[in-house]
């Protein structure tokens, strides 16, 4: 007896990347635009573009028809803001977990622990390619080093959670991704892991993976100059506060690295009360008005409905339009608090005008 999968129960096959790619396919106007976006994306990072990085969106997706409702209303508002802001809308298909809980879209789409990873990785695909086909790049959060085969042509951006930031795995994928990756600071509120994380993947690396045609090969990758940091707070305290952004900006440049900074306005920073994360991009602002220019964006947990919900047994209970995993705050609050963000940008723009709260 072979003394081998021990403890699997069931091996399945999955798609390849490249079947996928055939079922789901990007048209040329989609790719160059899915270029162009990413390209604007890596100026903001670089500095070369002064506007901020809008990254806003559900804390994660689970229903893909509140998800293209939700998008077409941000790529009415994004039309609204871009002299002063870049949007992309967070479009999160998996979910870390320190213990149990839903997984996300990609693992358990039918949020029924079936676990239908296959048709979770075409609709994730089908999905993304719905929302950039409307014109509006797309983040997503990289979780499993498998996922990107799959999905990568279609992201403007990327980030690297608190929990994976110190992964080496993560750390070489990043290197290799086709778009920039923002890494948060550790749950703690630690940045060195994150900072040394960015030191890692501006370098190339080499590391095992799956390529288009469904077999094991090796990457080499070319190095990612356009990693960043991502500052979430920490157990203890938020830090996005100017003493907090002006220290993040030292220790980046002390390590030679592009003081690039985006700010995240939940989880610690808000302390995870997402009402409180318009007093975050309040101070975001703030600091930006008066020259902090390392701060390149944020990011806001944002749904249709606020607040979230628990999955009921019973699926056909569950809210439209409100998250199932991290409260988030509702369409109406998104659009009047970053609209006004926006004029207040303008106006320091143009007129060097004092800010007013939001």
């Not at 990347?17 to 990413?38: C, G, N």
């Not at 990609?106 to 949020?111: H, T």
Request: with cysteine; net charge negative; glycine share 8%.
């Amino acid at each position: 007896m072979a003394n081998v999968d021990i403890r699997i129960r069931k091996v399945e096959a999955l798609a390849t990347p490249d079947e996928l790619y055939t079922q789901f396919p990007v048209d040329e106007a989609t790719s160059e635009s899915i270029h162009q976006t990413r390209q604007t994306v890596n100026d903001i990072i670089q500095g070369r573009d002064r506007r901020l990085l809008a990254i806003v969106g559900p804390c994660s997706l689970h229903d893909p028809v509140a998800a293209i409702d939700y998008a077409k209303k941000l790529k009415v508002l994004s039309s609204e803001i871009e002299d002063e802001m870049f949007v992309v809308m967070r479009t999160y298909f998996e979910k870390p977990r320190t213990v149990a809980g839903w997984k996300g879209l990609i693992l358990d789409p039918k949020m029924d622990g079936s676990y239908d990873i296959g048709g979770g990785i075409a609709l994730a695909r089908s999905l993304l390619l719905e929302i950039v086909k409307l014109g509006l790049p797309v983040g997503c959060e990289v979780l499993d080093p498998i996922i990107p085969q799959y999905i990568d042509e279609l992201m403007s951006w990327s980030s690297i959670g608190a929990r994976t930031t110190e992964s080496q795995i993560h750390r070489n994928l990043a290197s290799g991704l086709s778009v920039a990756v923002g890494f948060k600071n550790s749950t703690s509120g630690d940045l060195v892991s994150a900072v040394n994380a960015i030191k890692s993947a501006y370098q190339p690396a080499s590391f095992i993976g799956m390529d288009g045609k469904g077999a094991s090969a090796i990457f080499r990758t070319t190095g990612n100059d356009c990693c960043h940091l991502i500052l979430r707070g920490g157990d203890q305290s938020p830090n996005y506060y100017e003493d907090d952004v002006e220290s993040a900006r030292i220790l980046l440049e002390k390590e030679g690295l592009v003081p690039a900074i985006i700010v995240d306005c939940s989880h610690s920073n808000s302390r995870k009360n997402y009402e409180r994360q318009k007093r975050v991009l309040r101070s975001i602002i703030d600091q930006v008005c008066w020259g902090e220019k390392s701060i390149r964006g944020f990011m806001l947990e944002s749904n249709l409905l606020p607040g979230c919900q628990k999955i009921p047994s019973d699926l056909s209970n569950l809210k439209y339009g409100v998250s199932v995993t991290d409260a988030c705050i509702g369409w109406d609050e998104t659009q009047r608090i970053v609209l006004h963000a926006c004029e207040l940008l303008r106006k320091a723009r143009l007129e060097g005008g004092s800010v007013q709260p939001l």
